[in-house]
């Protein structure tokens, strides 16, 4: 997934940041507060100056660091970033990119410690650990699955999924679209019980934020999220809506592969042929937004009553690193 597109979130301390600039120096002020485990709560003031780091310890397993960070479109960002004090953890952690707005305003920064998980928000109150949705266990992560990006389809992933699922549910405004598939294994036969599961932005381009707490490994997926297990005929669908695009990025559908028990990683979004955001590309960029993972994303778009229709068939292991097919 391009750099451009990645959002953020464990369960941590809430930090508010008041951000000014100097015309000779960069002045970054932190008010972090930090809720650990809804046990205690952490209050810090921190400054950094001149493109300096600053790093807090928060229990005896991490520590929170926040830094300058390069950011896009120009001007001043920031980032924290958990990293572990003992042997054995997981490695560190991005877990919130934000600008940092130039003003005599506070950005507030909430943070959440939750067993390994975190909350991280911007501009709201410390999210409660006891309201986080349910993990299940990941599997082995392959491909490009850095850090906890495809730990995301396991936060609130449901009990029972059917293989006719929702992404944006029925309220949802924008244009219907029904996207279909068959999942094959190497041989070219179809599988039956893997997940597939994607998320996208509302119509105007937007990921929408969640109604309630989420940590840090699917936040940044926004709410329109969903689940379809493949049938005993390999196929799958999904109800949805025409998402927007962002960015310059063409308009997309971001999808895992989960193989329960064996392995989970990303393949290539769903994007739309004639779309003109990636029609302009030239072919080399074309071939970085669409390298075949997983088989081909891209679909043309058919009309189908007051809505649209795409395929995106899923070749399980292809062009995946480190994949091994799975029993």
């Known amino acids: 997934m391009p750099a451009v597109r990645i959002r953020t979130v464990l369960c941590i301390v809430v930090a508010t940041m008041t951000v000014s600039f100097a015309a000779t120096s960069a002045e ?59 042997d054995g953890q997981a490695p560190w952690q991005s877990v919130m990119q934000r600008p940092a707005n130039a003003g005599p ?21 410390p999210g409660r650990c006891a309201d986080l949705p349910s993990m299940a266990r990941p599997d ?50 179809p599988r039956a019980g893997v997940i597939v599961y994607g998320y996208q932005t509302d119509r105007s381009g937007e990921y929408p934020a969640v109604h309630s707490p989420r940590s840090y490994v699917s936040n940044y997926q926004g709410r329109l999220r969903g689940w379809a297990r493949s049938d005993a005929r390999g196929h799958y669908r999904f109800d949805t809506i025409r998402p927007g695009s962002y960015g310059g990025n063409p308009a997309h559908i971001h999808l895992h592969v989960v193989e329960p028990g064996c392995a989970t990683y990303s393949i290539d979004d769903l994007m739309f042929a004639g779309d003109p955001l990636l029609e302009r590309l030239t072919p080399q960029q074309r071939a970085g937004e669409t390298p075949g993972r997983g088989g081909s994303g891209v679909s043309p778009l058919v009309r189908s009553g007051k809505g649209w229709t795409a395929v995106r068939d899923v070749h399980l292991g292809e062009k995946i ?7």
């Open 28 to 86: 970054l002020k932190f008010d972090v507060r930090i809720n650990l485990g809804d046990q205690r709560e952490l209050h810090r003031n921190v400054t950094l100056v001149d493109g300096g780091a600053e790093r807090l310890q928060v229990d005896a397993n991490r520590s929170l660091e926040l830094k300058p960070w390069p950011g896009f479109g120009g001007g001043p960002w920031f980032e924290a970033v958990v990293i572990p004090l003992t």
């Open 105 to 125: 305003e506070a950005l507030a920064l909430t943070f959440s410690f939750c067993g390994e998980r975190i909350i991280a928000v911007a501009g709201s109150q």
């Open 321 to 327: 690193d480190g994949y091994e097919a799975c029993p």
């Open 140 to 189: 082995r992560s392959v491909g490009q699955c850095g850090g906890a990006y495809c730990t995301g389809p396991y936060e609130g992933m449901p009990a029972k999924i059917t293989a006719h699922q929702r992404i944006a549910p029925v309220t949802e405004s924008g244009e219907p679209l029904k996207v279909t598939g068959t999942v094959f294994d190497a041989r070219g036969l």
